[in-house]
């Protein structure tokens, strides 16, 4: 069973995107720079306590105008400090410049393989912003799938499929290979299973392996106006 850690990871949070430019402040449960959307917090779990190391999960909860959706990290470590610490570094290094190009025109930009893009789905134009693939694992990247292209282009087809009628979406993909060997589709949007996504990411040309890995990758979709 989770237990939510008595840790200031907000204060983490804080510190974290402050490097970055995004100066955040405290508006009732969430943080938000110059008093504008999105909202951001952060919560801590600890997932299990094997006596000799711990497994924490970070969730970073964005707050949209009509809605929320969570980026979780899992990490495991002799701390829960130590694995806090590995978690906020995925969040860093997967997720935060999308959330800084997408959001925040005054953060500092650093090249982290983030895309933009504008979609033309179902006649409207979408400002696009779409991360790198975070991966980790021992295997080299290029040896666990045929062409790493084929897995954006059907994160790509998939959302173009789909009738959207917010003005916001986030789409997380996520594919991992676990150390029972299970293989392990999952694709989420604005929090919701993406069944047509996650079936269509299992049948890519993943390679056979014995190590462990995660793939992951994060689309944001801005309905711009006519």
């Given amino acids: 069973m989770s237990k939510l850690l008595d840790i200031d990871v907000n204060q983490q949070l804080v510190e974290l995107l402050g490097q970055y430019d995004v100066l955040l402040e405290p508006m009732e449960d969430y943080?938000?720079?110059?008093?504008?959307?999105?909202?951001?917090?952060?919560?801590?779990?600890?997932?299990?306590?094997?006596?000799?190391?711990?497994?924490?999960?970070?969730?970073?909860?964005?707050?949209?105008?009509?809605?929320?959706?969570?980026?979780?990290?899992?990490?495991?470590?002799?701390?829960?400090?130590?694995?806090?610490?590995?978690?906020f570094e995925q969040f860093e290094v997967t997720v935060l410049h999308t959330f800084i190009t997408a959001f925040w025109e005054n953060g500092k930009k650093i090249e982290n393989g983030v895309g933009t893009d504008i979609w033309n789905i179902n006649g409207s134009r979408w400002q696009v912003v779409v991360s790198n693939f975070g991966y980790r694992g021992d295997e080299e990247f290029d040896n666990i799938i045929d062409d790493i292209d084929?897995?954006?282009?059907?994160?790509?087809?998939?959302?173009?499929?789909?009738?959207?009628?917010?003005?916001?979406?986030?789409?997380?993909?996520?594919?991992?290979?676990?150390?029972?060997?299970?293989?392990?589709?999952?694709?989420?949007?604005?929090?919701?299973?993406?069944l047509e996504l996650e079936e269509a990411v299992s049948k890519l040309g993943w390679k056979e392996v014995e190590s462990v890995y995660s793939v992951r990758n994060l689309v944001l979709l801005m309905k711009l106006q006519d």
């Fill in 150 to 194: 084929t897995l954006f282009d059907v994160i790509e087809s998939n959302i173009k499929s789909l009738a959207l009628i917010e003005d916001i979406y986030a789409v997380r993909t996520v594919y991992t290979n676990t150390t029972d060997g299970q293989k392990v589709p999952e694709a989420y949007i604005n929090n919701e299973p993406f």
């Fill in 31 to 87: 943080l938000f720079a110059d008093g504008l959307f999105p909202g951001i917090t952060a919560r801590a779990f600890e997932m299990e306590d094997f006596g000799e190391s711990v497994v924490v999960q970070l969730d970073i909860i964005v707050l949209l105008p009509n809605g929320s959706f969570v980026e979780s990290f899992v990490a495991q470590d002799i701390t829960h400090e130590e694995a806090l610490a590995s978690a």
